[in-house]
């Protein structure tokens, strides 16, 4: 197994994928958990703490992202984030609950990668969105 860190260029305090488990063209699928210290949750919510819908997107884009590396269609590259659409929120994102992200690869070119995810947390889905990452440059 890769180590994210050697995927994608995100670091702590904003890397959000904890491990990639699977990764081919057509999907991939990660996982991260949030520890309930987590910087953010100390003012988004402090008594009921969730994950920001935000973070969520960001979460899936960047397995997204770590995915195309780990699967060997993208190399050295840095993934900019222009577009998301079709975003839903369906279930809060709690400290400490694993979030499992499958990601639909739907077009990688060199010039532009077209992704869907849905992020869950057991079998309940949590969010899903669509997105448009352009490949910046080499690393």
Known sequence: ????????????????????????????????????????????????????????????AQCGGAGLVY????????FLLVSVSEAKFRRQVRPNELLRMEIENLKISNRLCKQRGKAWVGDELAAEAEWFCVPGKET
């Open 1 to 60: 197994m890769k180590p994210v860190t050697s995927l994608i260029p995100h670091r702590d305090p904003f890397l959000f994928v904890d491990r990639i488990v699977s990764a081919s063209r057509e999907k991939i699928v990660g996982e991260r958990t949030f520890p309930a210290d987590t910087w953010f949750f100390k003012g988004h919510f402090p008594e009921y703490p969730v994950v920001p819908g935000v973070i969520l997107i960001e979460t899936m």
């Open 71 to 78: 699967a060997e269609l993208m190399q050295n590259r840095v």
